[in-house]
């Protein structure tokens, strides 16, 4: 079938204000859209950019805003996009370097400000004990590929650029509840402030943007609850 | 620009990232990648990292090799499989300290599960070894360790593109890399480098490899003189969702899942009697295309089944959540009610650049290369042999990307700084400019289409003579056409069209390597099945094969197998 894509187009090298391109491709109803944006780049514009790796919603490349939504292109088929123009824009809140590529680096900046691993004094001669509950208190949050799909969904990321950001949250989230983990209150502490948790208001936009179905805003309310319990 | 790192690393996979926290303490390192460091195909790995840990039931580090040997069809040499098994358990305590959130056991210890070709007592049945995280093992093992590395600094140049490698007078001595963002080729000086950019699966039309899996590292060693082992053995994982490509992990099977043919039939029963479903990968497939050609594919069609519906929705949902995702998201099929069509799909390299047990790149004579050190899915040990075990792949790269990082550390108490070669960027810019200047041509799409269905059809689970000439002379007119190769972009930011190209050049190199590799080899072994050959010939055949460009042209050669333990048997299962 006939696919037609609008696709956001920026380069700053030459250009002084985005524009959009139009494309037709010929499509199965069960290819996925990044097979298409593939298509239109090797077959008739080569100059077209994003970015992709896995193509099947484990590598986190893909994140951009398809028809208003922020989706991974390769977990989006055809066959539920038939029928009207597909629109395609970079994810929101970050900079455009060219076409659908952002620039990612303060989002990865500040997932590294959560301290996103493991601290733990000691090591046992095997493994640390967990027990099966224990550990599926993380079960959900292990599931993220650092997409920036809800950053770029989030109404509030959008407008304050200071909140550190549903992903990162979920970041701090799987040390914060890992059992393992010493450093919960300091983890905890860190994120008790206004533009940490307290930024979010339940907009749930995250959630639904999330590909991996992480219960994002869940997650969230979950730490504040912890931090009123354990810092109050 | 040129930088300059006593250490660089190329690749930030788990075998990349590994040697990386070896070495950091001491040296400056830098790695770079193609993509963030979390996007790399470690992550999409699924089901397991293999350790006789024993915590489900009693198992050895013995076994453990001897499942290694075996299913590697006796080409594994043996000195690297015992390493791989010795050091297991360890390795994954190691990884479980570092945070890796493994799935439990009710006693609380690091649970595991069933793997193809992993048996108890040397092969009697199947055995749980396969230490799991869902179906999410790569993804939490990536995240940990690329934590760990900006925990520890560890400056990381990412969406820098590996394009040449500078080699004088027989030693490393740097590497060119390609920076997406400005599109600046810059030059890496340093003392050692350690390539570890994974495997190669685009060579092939499907395959559960990403777009990045274009095994530069691999091409541009083989490209700078360096000889390639054992390219040949390529693997078809069994079970990739039909016309994707897309794995389902053989977790899936080692759950309990089955395959079974259009009349229903469990069809492993017939060709590994003991362990069924869960026979290593090489015979999975070749039993699939066996079904396939009988007509007793789904509907007489192209594919079979894989049954998880009596596995129940709890046990799905707990440790296949992820595969189950994909069978919905791509095919519509809900895994607890109705099976998933699957066919063999390109999976894994178990040739490439030789290496010793540390690292150490091997050149022609068999000695080490001075300051090149491989790891990972590029390299070659072997420990893999001719077939991979499942579960062994992602310990190969804890194992041996910590040796490689070990060695470096140890060599680099010695090592000097190399010389940097005259204008060290000049062959890349002429390449690059050449593609970027041209105006007429063909582009690369075409191309690189016609390769990788050339190789699917020639060069998949069987193989014959006839099939593989007709291979290499379509492969050499695709090369001619690939001077000609156009792009559309002539600009410098995140110019991903003439990446494309140059890394077409890579897989073009590779499948040259592929192709000459197995016909040259007339016997069956492995992931290699010879139609005109079906039979293991152990009397003339049980070497490793060497494949290497010279100025004379490409030459094969052969070195023989390590065996210290297991003397090769017949492979039945
Ligand atoms: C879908 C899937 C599931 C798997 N599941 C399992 C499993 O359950 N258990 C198991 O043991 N094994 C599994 N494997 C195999 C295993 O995951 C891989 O063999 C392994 O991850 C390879 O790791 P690596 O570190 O060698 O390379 P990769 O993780 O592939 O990393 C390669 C790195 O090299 C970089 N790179 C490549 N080319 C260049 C270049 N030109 N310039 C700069 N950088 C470059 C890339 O950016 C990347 O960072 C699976 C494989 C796949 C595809
Ligand atoms: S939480 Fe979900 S949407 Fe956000 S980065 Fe992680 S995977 Fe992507
Ligand atoms: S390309 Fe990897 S998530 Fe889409």
């Known amino acids: 079938m006939e696919m037609n894509f609008k696709i956001f187009r920026f380069d700053s090298e030459k250009d002084k204000e985005p524009y959009y391109s139009h494309y037709t491709v010929d499509a199965e109803p069960w290819e996925r859209l990044l097979d298409c944006l593939n298509r239109i780049k090797w077959e008739q514009d080569g100059t077209l950019a994003f970015r992709m790796s896995c193509a099947h919603g484990v590598c986190g490349s893909d994140a951009m805003k398809i028809n208003g939504r922020c989706a991974l292109a390769c977990q989006k088929l055809v066959k539920d996009y038939q029928g009207s123009e597909v629109v395609l824009e970079p994810l929101p809140t970050f900079k455009v370097l060219k076409d659908l590529i952002v620039d990612l680096t303060p989002f990865f900046e500040r997932v590294e400000w959560v301290r996103p691993y493991l601290i733990a004094a000691g090591f046992p001669e095997k493994e640390r004990l967990q027990s099966p509950e224990e550990r599926k208190k993380v079960d959900e949050v292990i599931r993220c590929i650092l997409c920036a799909s809800c950053v770029g969904a989030c109404p509030v990321s959008n407008e304050n650029d200071k909140y550190i950001g549903p992903a990162q949250i979920v970041q701090a989230f799987r040390r914060i509840f890992d059992s393992?983990?010493?450093e919960k209150t300091e983890r905890l502490k860190q994120l008790d402030y206004p533009d940490g948790v307290w930024a979010c208001v339940n907009y749930f936009e995250c959630t639904r943007a999330c590909p991996k179905e992480i219960p994002v805003t869940k997650s969230i309310n979950k730490i504040k609850r912890e931090i009123e319990k354990l810092l109050r | 620009m040129i930088f300059k790192h006593d250490v660089v690393i190329v690749g930030t996979g788990l075998a990349g990232l590994r040697a990386a926290l070896e070495v950091a303490d001491e040296y400056d390192v830098a790695v770079i990648s193609k993509v963030y460091p979390t996007r790399s195909h470690s992550g999409a790995a699924q089901g397991g990292i293999g350790a006789s840990l024993g915590n489900e039931e009693p198992d050895s580090w013995e076994w453990h090799m001897y499942d290694t040997v075996k299913g590697g069809d006796y080409l594994t040499d043996q000195d690297a499989a015992e390493t791989l098994a010795k050091d297991a358990p360890r390795a994954i305590y190691e990884l479980e300290h570092m945070g890796v959130p493994f799935n439990r056991t009710d006693e609380g210890k690091i649970a595991q599960r069933a793997f193809g070709g992993h048996t108890r007592d040397f092969g009697a049945a199947p055995i749980k070894r396969a230490c799991y995280a869902a179906d999410r093992t790569g993804r939490v093992i990536l995240d940990t360790l690329s934590s760990e590395a900006s925990r520890r600094g560890i400056r990381v140049y990412s969406e820098f593109n590996l394009v040449d490698l500078l080699m004088d007078k027989g030693r490393a001595v740097g590497l060119a890399a390609y920076e997406l963002a400005t599109g600046e080729v810059h030059v890496f000086h340093a003392r050692a480098i350690l390539l570890a950019t994974g495997g190669f699966g685009k060579v092939y039309k499907t395959t559960s490899n990403c777009f990045a899996n274009t095994g530069d590292g691999v091409y541009l060693a083989y490209r700078a003189g360096i000889p390639l082992q054992d390219m040949e053995f390529v693997q078809f994982h069994p079970t990739g969702i039909y016309g994707l490509g897309v794995l389902i992990s053989e977790a899936a099977r080692g759950e309990g899942g089955v395959l079974r043919n259009r009349e229903g039939r469990r069809f492993m029963e017939d060709y590994a009697p003991t362990i069924k479903d869960l026979a290593p990968r090489d015979m999975v497939s070749r039993a699939i295309i066996t079904e396939i050609r009988g007509k007793r594919g789904i509907d007489g069609r192209d594919f079979v089944n894989l049954d998880l519906t009596h596995l129940g929705k709890q046990k799905i949902e707990e440790r296949l959540s992820d595969i189950s995702s994909f069978a919905k998201i791509y095919v519509g099929v809900d895994t607890s009610t109705d099976p998933i069509p699957v066919s063999p799909t390109c999976h894994y390299m178990m040739g490439g650049i030789p290496t010793d047990v540390d690292g150490k790149v091997l050149d022609m004579n068999n000695t080490a290369i001075h300051g090149l050190y491989a790891a990972g899915e590029c390299a070659c040990i072997s420990v893999h042999g001719a077939n991979r075990l499942g579960c062994n792949s992602l310990l190969d790269l804890v194992v041996f990307g910590r040796r490689a990082g070990k060695m470096i550390r140890l060599d680099l108490e010695q090592a000097d700084w190399p010389d940097l070669i005259v204008n060290p960027e000049v062959k890349s810019l002429i390449k690059l400019k050449g593609i970027l200047n041209r105006n007429a041509?063909?582009?690369?799409?075409?191309?690189?289409?016609?390769?990788?269905?050339?190789?699917?059809?020639?060069?998949?689970?069987?193989?014959?003579?006839?099939?593989?000439?007709?291979?290499?002379?379509?492969?050499?007119t695709l090369k001619a056409r690939y001077e000609n190769v156009v792009i559309d972009d002539r600009g410098k930011a995140f110019n991903t069209d003439i990446m494309e190209a140059a890394e077409l050049e890579s897989l073009l190199g590779l499948a040259e390597a592929i192709l000459v590799s197995a016909l040259a080899r007339k016997e069956s072994r492995g992931a290699h099945f010879r139609e005109d050959y079906p039979e293991r010939d152990d009397a003339n055949w049980l070497k490793?094969?060497?494949?290497?460009?010279?100025?004379?042209?490409?030459?094969?050669?052969?070195?023989p197998v390590n065996i210290t333990r297991f003397e090769p048997k017949a492979r039945t299962y």
């Open chain 2, 544 to 559: 490793h094969t060497l494949i290497q460009r010279t100025d004379e042209g490409r030459r094969v050669f052969y070195k």
């Open chain 2, 441 to 476: 041509g063909e582009k690369a799409v075409h191309i690189r289409n016609a390769l990788q269905t050339l190789m699917t059809k020639n060069c998949s689970v069987f193989r014959d003579e006839k099939g593989l000439r007709r291979a290499l002379d379509e492969l050499s």
């Open chain 1, 180 to 182: 393992r983990d010493q």
